[in-house]
């Protein structure tokens, strides 16, 4: 996708100084910088403390991470030990454990010497997939978008609400909850898009900055805003992304998800979830009573960054000394669940459903 008119994704390898460069994502929306990641620290901190944010992203950082931690070591003890640092950053999106398990399945058969050129090797074609996939997630998740539209009046725009984001920020390219929107919109379907703030980080900022550089209508809303939405019939329909869905279809995405689909369960609006093949966890089945859920640091709760005449700032919003929760993700069960818009079509969500589209994976 486009910033100020340059294509970018938000990863890329630098052939020139040899290094991976992310778009620091804690400055977005005001702020557009890029970092570089000279160490595995650096890794481990840019997926822990979200400089890279959204599973499909983290995943592709971490295979990254592993061929840059082989580049300096390539033997089994450092590749176990790169493999433990950074499958410790964060808990609950799947993909990083995936990413981790495909790269080091594949090098440690090799040679020593022939591992870290095959391992970067891996990390591109990971990060090209990802982008490959999301694209499929579009072209699926546009069939839905315009059965809609369909039905509207002439010029009426579909209106789809998103929570978190699930943009092309999130992946490597093209977004998975975002992927059908910018589809849709290049077929010229009109569309206006409700985006989530999603406290406590507000990732929401982050789809209304990318849904405006792409010229999409949308409006910036309060989390708890949705419910009344549905209710007074301005929403067509929900897409969300997911970190981590079950075999059985439950899924786990940012905190708040549960209560969108609640409320479109109650007032008739289906409710899609964009799910990429490497985010499903076919080793669990419940996922309220399997998937661990992370918990982040309460000043992201007490604290909010936002921009004024001066910079980029954070305040504080609550009294001192007030403690706070913070988890980070909930699970949305199966039942809550329309339909999974995966790269290989639309299904139910359920066991048999994830099995039909891809049976290779599901199969003991």
Not at 49 to 64: K, Q, S
Not at 93 to 122: G, Y
């Amino acid at each position: 996708m486009k910033v100020n008119g340059t294509p970018y994704r938000s990863l890329w390898w630098s052939d020139e100084t040899k290094a991976l460069q992310i778009i620091d994502q804690r400055w977005l929306p005001h702020a557009f910088r890029i970092q570089q990641l000279d160490s595995l620290a650096d890794y481990c901190t840019a997926i822990t403390d979200m400089h890279v944010r959204g599973a499909p992203l983290i995943g592709a950082t971490a295979a990254y991470g592993m061929a840059f931690a082989l580049a300096q070591d390539s033997s089994d003890n450092a590749m176990t030990e790169a493999y433990d640092r950074l499958h410790a950053t964060r808990p609950t999106a799947i993909n990083l454990r995936w990413a981790l398990d495909r790269v080091s399945a594949a090098m440690r058969p090799l040679p020593e010497h022939d591992r870290a050129t095959a391992a970067l090797q891996l990390a591109h074609e990971i990060a090209d997939e990802d982008v490959e996939i999301n694209r499929r997630i579009g072209t699926h998740g546009l069939s839905l978008i315009r059965a809609i539209a369909e039905q509207k009046p002439k010029g009426a725009p579909v209106r789809i609400l998103t929570h978190c984001n699930a943009g092309w920020l999130a992946t490597v390219d093209w977004g998975t909850a975002t992927s059908p929107m910018y589809h849709a919109h290049e077929a010229g379907i009109p569309l206006h898009v409700w985006v989530d703030e999603t406290r406590p980080r507000n990732q929401g900022a982050l789809t209304a900055w990318e849904l405006g550089s792409h010229g999409i209508s949308h409006s910036y809303i309060t989390d708890n805003a949705g419910g009344h939405l549905m209710q007074r019939g301005m929403v067509d329909m929900v897409i969300t992304g997911t970190d981590r869905t079950t075999r059985t279809g439950d899924v786990c995405n940012k905190i708040g998800t549960y209560l969108k689909a609640l409320a479109a369960r109650d007032n008739d609006v289906p409710f899609y979830v964009a799910l990429p093949s490497p985010t499903i966890d076919w080793t669990v089945s419940d996922g309220v009573a399997e998937i661990p859920i992370e918990d982040r640091p309460a000043r992201e709760v007490t604290h909010i960054q936002g921009r004024d005449a001066t910079g980029i700032s954070s305040v504080q919003v609550t009294p001192e000394g007030t403690p706070a929760g913070n988890p980070a993700f909930d699970v949305t069960p199966a039942r809550l669940v329309t339909g999974l818009i995966t790269e290989r079509g639309i299904c139910e969500a359920s066991e048999a459903g994830l099995a039909g589209l891809f049976p290779e994976m599901a199969a003991p």
